[in-house]
């Protein structure tokens, strides 16, 4: 009996042990290796290819304090234990304010539920607790030096204070998200850019540029400059000729560029839900700002094609069911749409201007509505392709990809009808079955 006692002890006690330790390790991966399985229709708790790139290309620590009461810490490490999974130089410091002042008052908070990143160099705030707000708030700790949008007013393009569907407000707002600063010129009346812009937009204008105005464009990107121009198709309106802009044309044709004088209709399933005359881009070329689109879909309304030829390279095309006419009548019938030349087309070209680190860089494309207000807010890639844009003319490489998707808006519409039928259904319904099943169980049994 005391052998068996003995046995039985020691394979409980093995049992005990193994218990403890499989419990330990299980609590030590689920720290360190926290893994989640996103079911969301848009994957929304899936961090993006952007977040990835950023931070997990993190070669020194960074520190993110997290202000607000204890308590509340729990709604925060969620996200943020998702950006610590990346890279353990992330690291998170969740500080209650009323137990630590001076922690919070070095690293500068002002009210509960701050995000301060920290590198060392720089400290940003991010104002949400969003993935948005917070890559970044890291990007623009993590860069230093100034990087100035500059956009051209004066003949009618697209104005970055204009909030309406046709403004660039919303681009200025992105723009402004990933540490870049924005402002406006004017080449009228000094035919000169500034030296701090580090980019010129040129966005759709209504009116020709004077030969001054795009000489000196010309100048800047032969000094090392980045330029993007959009174009926009050649229409008959009733008060003028949209897209006649000659002198513009003849500048993008020093870089090997040449816009044509028509407009794409696209009369492809994907198409019909922007309208015929806003084709969606098919393909996209294997160029750094485009090599991570992937199938996103990017729309391009009223657009114009382009052709190209060195130093110009292709970015992203219409499809087969797009067609390149002039003075279009909607809607198209497929008869009218078969005397005219049929897709692809190219509607988007890069180049480098120059040789070595000085060349300047351009990217010319056949619509200025792609980065309008109501493009950039459609769940749609055309946001990510602005941007990417962007960090290519500066140089920023290693940040083009895919960005945080915004929330999807998924709420139920629910008519009068569909009201009182619930209503009948759940408050009438539901319990006069119940009774119902009740009594007849009682007046089997009696």
């Not at 924005?182 to 500034?194: F, G, Y």
Request: hydrophobic letters at 40%; glycine letters at 8%.
């Amino acid at each position: 009996m005391a052998s068996r006692q003995a046995k039985q002890g020691a394979t409980a006690g093995i049992y005990v042990v193994l218990v403890i330790a499989i419990l330990g390790i299980a609590n030590w991966l689920a720290k360190d290796y926290n893994k989640t399985v996103d079911v969301t229709a848009n994957k929304r708790f899936t961090l993006s290819d952007q977040t990835k790139k950023v931070v997990g290309g993190l070669q020194k620590d960074i520190n993110v304090y997290y202000f607000e009461k204890a308590d509340r810490f729990e709604q925060a490490r969620d996200i943020l234990d998702r950006y610590r999974n990346l890279n353990s130089k992330f690291k998170v410091n969740y500080v209650d304010p009323d137990k630590k002042p001076d922690v919070a008052r070095l690293q500068g908070m002002r009210n509960f539920g701050d995000i301060i990143v920290d590198s060392g160099v720089k400290k940003e705030t991010a104002k949400a607790l969003t993935e948005e707000e917070l890559t970044g708030a890291l990007i623009r700790s993590l860069k230093t030096g100034t990087r100035t949008v500059c956009f051209v007013e004066g003949s009618g393009e697209h104005r970055i204070t204009e909030t309406a569907r046709d403004g660039y407000s919303a681009l200025k707002d992105a723009l402004e998200k990933n540490n870049y600063k924005t402002q406006t010129i004017s080449l009228i009346e000094k035919p000169d850019v500034p030296k701090e812009c580090t980019i010129v937009l040129v966005g759709g204008p209504k009116r020709d540029y004077l030969q001054p105005a795009a000489d000196a464009i010309k100048t800047y990107v032969a000094g090392g400059g980045n330029a993007v121009v959009n174009f926009d198709a050649v229409l008959d309106l009733p008060d003028q000729k949209m897209g006649d802009t000659p002198n513009l044309s003849g500048l993008v044709a020093s870089w090997g560029i040449t816009p044509k004088g028509d407009v794409i209709v696209d009369v492809g399933s994907a198409s019909r839900l922007f309208g015929q005359v806003s084709p969606v881009v098919a393909s996209y070329e294997s160029h750094p700002i485009t090599r991570v689109m992937g199938d996103n879909a990017s729309v391009m309304p009223l657009a114009r094609s382009l052709d190209a030829k060195s130093p110009a390279e292709k970015l992203f095309s219409t499809g087969e069911s797009s067609y390149s006419l002039t003075h279009p009548k909607l809607p198209m019938k497929q008869e009218e749409l078969e005397k005219g030349p049929r897709g692809p087309f190219l509607i988007g070209v890069a180049a480098k201007i120059g040789t070595g680190n000085t060349a300047g860089r351009v990217v010319v494309v056949g619509s200025s509505n792609w980065m309008a207000n109501f493009m950039l807010s459609a769940p749609i890639a055309n946001r990510d392709l602005a941007m990417n844009v962007m960090n290519w003319l500066t140089s920023d490489e290693e940040l083009i990809s895919i960005r945080p998707k915004e929330p999807e808006d998924r709420r139920l519409s629910v008519t009068g009808g569909a009201l009182r039928s619930m209503f009948f259904f759940s408050v009438i319904g539901l319990p006069l079955f119940v009774i119902l099943s009740g009594v007849s169980v009682w007046w089997k049994r009696r």
